[in-house]
């Protein structure tokens, strides 16, 4: 069943679906928003393979968080702001350790002990 066919209102059918953690409204929703959800990745990262794990990170998410939505917004929407999030912080983690890298090796070799 795909995952237009399980979406009879805004995603509503299948939206509930997932929620109860029906794994065929799970892999339809791979299905259907994979391609797309990884050209998005892309396109923000200057890695392949951090888009890559931020998209297996999405999925993740979504599957361990299902309960949480709350359908204000499509499931579609909901799952790109996860991604988005966790594109950010990668990038976050990614400059802090630079920083911290870059501080040391400006530091006299006495004080970086």
């Given at each position: 069943?795909?995952?237009?066919?399980?979406?009879?209102?805004r995603?509503?059918?299948?939206?509930?679906?997932?929620?109860?953690?029906?794994?065929?409204?799970?892999?339809?929703?791979?299905?259907?928003?994979?391609?797309?959800?990884?050209?998005?990745?892309?396109?923000?990262?200057?890695?392949?393979?951090?888009?890559?794990?931020?998209?297996q990170?999405?999925?993740?998410?979504?599957?361990?968080?299902?309960?949480?939505?709350?359908?204000?917004?499509?499931?579609?929407?909901?799952?790109?702001?996860?991604?988005?999030n966790?594109?950010?912080?990668?990038?976050?983690?990614?400059?802090?350790?630079?920083?911290?890298?870059?501080?040391?090796?400006?530091?006299?070799?006495?004080?970086?002990?």
């Amino acid at each position: 069943m795909t995952l237009r066919m399980m979406e009879p209102t805004r995603e509503g059918g299948w939206s509930r679906a997932l929620a109860q953690g029906d794994p065929a409204a799970f892999e339809a929703l791979v299905r259907e928003t994979r391609p797309a959800l990884g050209a998005f990745l892309r396109r923000l990262s200057p890695s392949p393979q951090d888009a890559e794990d931020v998209v297996q990170e999405t999925y993740l998410r979504v599957y361990q968080h299902r309960q949480r939505y709350d359908a204000r917004s499509s499931v579609k929407t909901w799952m790109f702001t996860i991604a988005l999030n966790l594109m950010r912080d990668r990038a976050r983690k990614k400059r802090a350790g630079r920083l911290e890298g870059d501080v040391a090796a400006h530091l006299p070799v006495d004080r970086r002990l």
